[in-house]
């Protein structure tokens, strides 16, 4: 299990109640009741586009060029991820393939790409959520 940083309180569980009781039908409100979670949180969990709007926005956020100390931070949390759980390299990985813009990536680990980005959208790679319990 990862490291909760102190401001997330979301459980895997209470994701999946809200992503269950929004499917079939509760209004967002009485799921935020049930769960104990917010609204804002019932809305960002279980709307996966609205998720990925934010997601998108979020990253726009700009830091210093450069910044060699942020970077080295960046990428030793990511390399202690990595050892904790090596599926989240191999997912990082086929991510990275996937969005790479200067060149059409064909494979990732002598997988074909497109085997590889269904092999982690199918769920199979256990890459637990930081942000959630």
């Known amino acids: ?7 997330y309180t979301i459980t895997q569980e209470q994701v999946d109640e809200a992503r269950r009781l929004v499917m079939s039908g509760m209004k967002k409100t009485k799921v935020a009741e049930i769960t104990g979670l917010s609204r804002y949180q019932v809305y960002y969990w279980t709307n996966d586009e609205a998720r990925e709007t934010i997601r998108k926005r979020n ?8 910044d060699k100390a942020r970077m080295d931070y960046i990428t030793e949390k990511r390399k202690e991820r990595w050892a904790k759980n090596p599926d ?46």
């Open 1 to 7: 299990m990862t490291e909760l940083d102190a401001r």
């Open 59 to 66: 990253a726009k956020r700009t830091h210093e060029p450069g």
């Open 88 to 133: 989240s390299k191999l997912a990082h990985q086929i991510s990275s393939a996937a969005n790479e813009t200067r060149v059409k990536r064909k494979s990732v680990q002598g997988m074909d790409i497109e085997e590889a980005i269904n092999l982690r959208d199918s769920g199979a790679l256990k890459v637990p959520n930081a942000k959630i319990k």
